[in-house]
C-alpha cells in the first residue's frame, strides 16, 4: 500500500480516516450510563480493569445508596468498597471515589469541575478520566481519550510512533481537528471492540482497510 509522503498526503488521509469512521460509527458515544457529571466520574474510576456492562450494572444501585458526592464523601472507603467489590480493584477504586468526592465537595462546591487543570488535581482523575468527563458530560474538548484500545489503533494506523499514553495524545491532538477530539475517542474506542480487535482485528469487514497499512493486519 502506498503510504503518504507529503503533509498535504497526510492531511488527506487524516480526513477520509474520519470521514469513514463518522460512516462506521455514526452514532459513537460512552456506554457508561451516567444521569451527571459526577455519576460519569464514578463510572470511569470503576471501568479500570473491568468491563462498561459490569459497570452499569453496579452503578445504579450505588447511586441509590449514595445519591450525591457529599453521600460519597462521607462513606469510609472499607465501606464503599464492598459496595463495588464485583467491579475488582475495589480498594483502590474505592480510596479513589470517596478522595474524589472529598476532593468535590471541599474545593469545588460539590460539582466536578470544567477544567483539565482542576480535574487533574482530584483523586483518581488522570487524563484520561478526565477527558472522558469533561468531553461526555460537558461537551468541553479538553483532549483525546488514550486507553488500550485508542493506543493499539492509533499504532496500527500509523497515527503515531509513541507508546507513552501522554505523548500518544500530544499527537494525536496535533493531527486531529480539536471539533472531533470527544468523538473521535468514541468512534476508535467502538472500532477497537468491534473490529479492530487485539488479536486478529477483522480487517476484511474494516472500512479503514485501503487505508491501514499495519503489520498484523488479517487481510
Ligand atoms: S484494517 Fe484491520 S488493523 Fe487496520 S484499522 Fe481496520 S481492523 Fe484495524
Known amino acids: 500500500m502506498k503510504r503518504p509522503k507529503t503533509a498535504g498526503e497526510r492531511k488527506a488521509r487524516i480526513d477520509e480516516i474520519l470521514r469513514r469512521l463518522d460512516k462506521m460509527y455514526p452514532n459513537a458515544t460512552c456506554a457508561l450510563h451516567h444521569r451527571n457529571p459526577w455519576e460519569l466520574l464514578v463510572a470511569t474510576i470503576l471501568s479500570?480493569?473491568?468491563?462498561?456492562?459490569?459497570?452499569?450494572?453496579?452503578?445504579?444501585?450505588?447511586f441509590q445508596k449514595y445519591p450525591t458526592p457529599r453521600d460519597f464523601a462521607?462513606?469510609?472507603?472499607?465501606?464503599?468498597?464492598q459496595d463495588i467489590r464485583s467491579t475488582g480493584f475495589f480498594n483502590n477504586k474505592a480510596k479513589s471515589i470517596a478522595g474524589a468526592a472529598k476532593r468535590i465537595v471541599s474545593d469545588f462546591g460539590g460539582q466536578v469541575p470544567r477544567t483539565l487543570e482542576k480535574m487533574l488535581t482530584i483523586p483518581g482523575a488522570a487524563r484520561k478520566t478526565a477527558n472522558v468527563v469533561l468531553g461526555t458530560a460537558y461537551g468541553i474538548p479538553s483532549g483525546v481519550v488514550v486507553d488500550t484500545h485508542v493506543q493499539r489503533i492509533a499504532a496500527r494506523l500509523?497515527?503515531?510512533?509513541?507508546?507513552d499514553p501522554?505523548?500518544?495524545?500530544?499527537?494525536?491532538?496535533?493531527?486531529?481537528?480539536q471539533d472531533r477530539w470527544i468523538r473521535f475517542s468514541?468512534?476508535?474506542i467502538l472500532h477497537g471492540r468491534a473490529l479492530c480487535i487485539a488479536r486478529k482485528p477483522k480487517c476484511a469487514e474494516c472500512d479503514l482497510n485501503s487505508l491501514c497499512y499495519a503489520k498484523d493486519k488479517t487481510a
Open 48 to 62: 479500570a480493569q473491568c468491563t462498561d456492562k459490569r459497570v452499569n450494572e453496579v452503578t445504579p444501585g450505588l
Open 186 to 188: 468514541h468512534q476508535i
Open 74 to 81: 462521607a462513606v469510609a472507603p472499607e465501606v464503599l468498597a
Open 166 to 177: 501522554v505523548k500518544i495524545e500530544r499527537d494525536l491532538m496535533k493531527i486531529i481537528p
Open 158 to 163: 500509523d497515527l503515531t510512533k509513541e507508546t
